[in-house]
């Protein structure tokens, strides 16, 4: 099953004023997921549609996730540094650098316990970017 992820934020970068929404849509458009998450970045956001659409979108075929978001999708694949691991659990890294190491390890890890490809695509080929978008 073939699924797109996307996110938009208002104002990102700007802690406390973020506005995050988060997108999973299906190859023909159909848009099977739409949460409002609150202050997330936008990277933060589009991590958290891959988790989404690894987590509670159900199906019986394997699943084929596209993002346009390369550092979403490289995070997904490959997960946190040595270095970023070791800084987490030393609890060297503070709020809200651990927010987003926290989600790229339970993308990553969902990704490695499931039988699921993450590939980036072009924006203008990102479906559920359209949907988000058009509505």
Not at 42 to 60: D, F, H, P, S, Y
Request: charged share 25%; proline share 1%.
């Amino acid at each position: 099953m073939k699924l797109y992820v996307d996110a938009t934020t208002l104002h990102n970068g700007k802690r406390g004023f973020q506005k995050t929404t988060i997108y999973v849509a299906d190859e023909n458009g159909k848009l099977l997921f739409s949460e409002y998450i609150g202050d997330y970045t936008i990277n933060e956001g589009e991590l958290r549609a891959i988790i989404v659409a690894i987590e509670n979108i159900k199906t019986n075929e394997s699943k084929h996730i596209f993002s346009d978001s390369q550092i979403a999708v490289n995070r997904t694949l490959k997960g946190l540094t040595e270095y970023e691991t070791q800084a987490l659990k030393l609890g060297i890294v503070k709020f809200p650098k651990n927010q987003f190491f926290e989600i790229v390890q339970k993308a990553h890890k969902l990704f490695t316990e499931n039988s699921c490809v993450v590939e980036w695509v072009p924006r203008e080929q990102n479906i559920a970017g359209m949907v988000a978008e058009f509505g």
